[in-house]
């Protein structure tokens, strides 16, 4: 088994001997290192980059400078201090690994990057029609809501669950979000397509 699995390693550029098998070893733990491998080679291989992530850093960092440039007279937004926290929901989640200027752009056409903040501490305007999470929110700091917000679209929620596919969203995919995220606004998926790539990210 061995073999065949580091030739397969071999053939993707990774190479050979992850994982060594000994004679003393039954054929079920020779397959639980074959798949231990396997789990250690994906996660090695989806993991960003540190190069990727400050290249990400440097463009939300910018994007927001531009925004703020334009439509704060140069003064700083509130979105610019939780640039880090973007940043780690891209390390962290398939969703914003692939489309990494998605949270920002919300923040953008939501709160105008956290100037004009409309419900308690909810700079993404997260959740905003679920019973009673006003008033949890309100007594939750801003990082904590835009945490919320990151890990519901991550991963908790099920209404974004067809959106994190690992890949970044076809136009037609950034509709649909859209739709689920602010379906009264006709204009939302547009705004949200060119934010992201005015960000670099397309």
């Given at each position: 088994m061995q073999g065949l699995i580091d030739k397969i390693l071999k053939a993707i550029g990774w190479g050979e001997k992850t994982y060594i098998i000994e004679a003393k070893?039954?054929?079920?733990?020779q397959e639980q290192k074959a798949v231990d491998s396997a789990i250690k080679i994906v996660k090695a291989k989806d993991k960003p980059k540190k190069q990727d992530l400050k290249e990400i850093e440097e463009n939300i960092r910018a994007g927001l400078r531009s925004y703020a440039?334009?439509?704060n007279q140069g003064n700083p937004v509130p979105a610019e201090d939780y640039i880090d926290d973007f940043v780690e929901a891209a390390e962290?989640?398939?969703i914003f690994r692939a489309n990494p200027y998605l949270l920002p752009q919300i923040a953008i056409l939501e709160s105008s990057g956290g100037l004009n903040i409309t419900r308690p501490n909810n700079m993404l305007n997260w959740g905003i029609n679920y019973p009673g999470n006003n008033e949890a929110f309100s007594q939750m700091s801003v990082e904590d809501v835009l945490q919320r917000a990151i890990s519901g679209l991550g991963e908790r929620s099920p209404y974004y669950e067809q959106f994190r596919t690992g890949k970044p969203l076809s136009e037609e995919e950034v509709g649909g979000f859209a739709k689920t995220y602010e379906p009264a606004?006709?204009?939302?998926a547009m705004n949200l397509l060119k934010g992201m790539q005015k960000f670099g990210g397309r």
């Open positions: 070893d039954k054929p079920e733990q440039e334009d439509y962290k989640y398939p606004n006709p204009d939302y």
